[in-house]
């Protein structure tokens, strides 16, 4: 038989239960510790208690989450701190990666990563067809600048070997 307690003390344990569910335990493992008769009591209890409870705004939870991550910055940063006047370089690099870790999460979290529009204005002033006549007429130009300097080498230049 399930212990009789008032009111408050069975929500408190339901909310218990929740936590420790919420931490991985089992069904049974949480029926056992609170004194539930099965498993399917403990479940029961914990879903009155999530039933209960007003769901958190999108505002509320970006709110309590930027909190717990600017005090585990702060901490962190107090970490930095007594390892860099230590010279503890072993502890300080591992510490200044998860607070950069943590300033990225609050970025994300905030929308401060978003990035920036930018507007780009082309103007085309020539149609395609003109492009690439002009690109065709510069191909032969260049062209006929190659080949003028190779017509002056088919001179046949005589000469005559000394022997000596």
């Known amino acids: 038989m399930a212990p009789l307690m008032p009111h408050r003390e069975s929500r ?3 909310e218990q239960a929740f936590r420790l ?3 991985g335990y089992t069904w049974q493992a949480v029926a056992d510790h609170f004194g539930y008769r099965s498993c399917g009591a403990a479940q029961t209890a914990v879903n009155r208690h999530l039933d ?6 999108v505002e509320g939870a970006r709110k309590s989450a930027t909190e717990r ?3 585990s910055a702060q901490i962190l940063a107090e970490r930095i701190f007594e390892a860099r006047a230590a010279g503890d370089d072993d502890r300080l690099v591992p510490l200044m990666r ?4 943590t300033t990225s999460e609050m970025t994300r979290l905030n929308g401060l990563n978003v990035p920036v529009a930018q507007q780009v204005d082309v103007n085309v002033q020539h149609s ?3 492009i690439i006549d002009r690109m065709e ?3 032969l130009e260049l062209t006929a600048r190659q080949q003028q300097p190779h017509a002056a080498l088919g001179s046949v230049i005589e000469g005559e070997v000394i022997e000596g």
Do not use: D, G, V
């Open 128 to 130: 395609a067809t003109a």
């Open 137 to 139: 007429a510069a191909l």
């Open 12 to 14: 408190a344990r339901a």
């Open 52 to 57: 209960r409870q007003l769901p958190e705004t």
């Open 98 to 101: 998860e607070l950069r870790n």
């Open 21 to 23: 569910r919420s931490l």
């Open 69 to 71: 991550l600017q005090i």
